[in-house]
């Protein structure tokens, strides 16, 4: 980029910013997009002044990049909406219904364990693992190497129950 195209967007990010993100947030009315679409106006101008020049009012052409961002965005988030409405009225999608385990309620021990080494926050392997040992009985030697199929780099089973040699 030559000099005087970096020292102009430099200077108009410098002293327009307030009046440009102001003049933005009257045409679209939200302070976010407003904000997010200066930004991208002012990307653009980095890469479309260092091709075609500096315009004759650089703040202008800030604003008028921007609201076109702008408009761009509520169309794309217009869209996506009436898609995402659409595609709710439409049957297709199932519907997820948060599973809440009141721990009251199960009345079997053995199961509520099942539903405790099977928690969410815990790594599929670990509740795999967790309740095959809790549960099945089995050695940690013989989850690793008959569930995960582990062993140690020298081929054989990792002495006291470790999985590292």
């Known amino acids: 980029m030559p000099p005087d195209t970096n020292a102009v967007v430099d200077s108009v990010y410098r002293s327009d910013?307030?009046?440009?993100?102001?003049?933005?947030?009257r045409l679209v009315g939200d302070f976010d997009?407003?904000?997010?679409?200066?930004?991208?106006?002012f990307a653009a101008a980095v890469n479309q002044w260092r091709a075609s020049g500096v315009p004759e009012f650089p703040r202008a052409w800030i604003i008028q990049t921007?609201?076109?961002?702008a408009i761009d965005r509520?169309?794309?988030?217009?869209?996506?909406?009436?898609?995402?409405?659409?595609?709710?009225?439409?049957?297709?999608s199932r519907t997820i219904q948060e599973l809440d385990y009141d721990t009251s309620e199960i009345p079997d021990d053995r199961l509520r364990l099942i539903?405790?080494?099977?928690?969410?926050?815990?790594?599929?392997?670990?509740?795999?693992?967790?309740?095959?040992?809790?549960?099945?009985?089995?050695?940690?030697?013989?989850?690793?190497?008959?569930?995960?199929?582990?062993?140690?780099?020298?081929?054989?089973?990792c002495p006291r129950?470790?999985?590292r040699c």
Not at 17 to 25: E, F, K, Q, Y
Not at 75 to 91: D, H, I, M, P, V
Not at 133 to 151: K, M, P, W, Y
Request: hydrophobic share 40%; aromatic share 6%; glycine share 6%.
């Open 17 to 25: 910013w307030g009046r440009i993100v102001a003049t933005l947030i």
């Open 33 to 41: 997009l407003a904000e997010e679409a200066a930004q991208e106006a």
């Open 66 to 69: 921007a609201r076109h961002k």
């Open 74 to 92: 509520l169309r794309r988030r217009t869209r996506f909406e009436e898609k995402l409405e659409s595609y709710a009225t439409s049957g297709f």
């Open 115 to 157: 539903f405790t080494c099977c928690h969410p926050a815990l790594a599929l392997d670990a509740q795999v693992a967790l309740t095959l040992r809790t549960l099945g009985g089995l050695e940690t030697d013989e989850i690793a190497t008959r569930a995960f199929r582990i062993r140690c780099p020298t081929g054989t089973i």
């Open 161 to 163: 129950g470790s999985l």
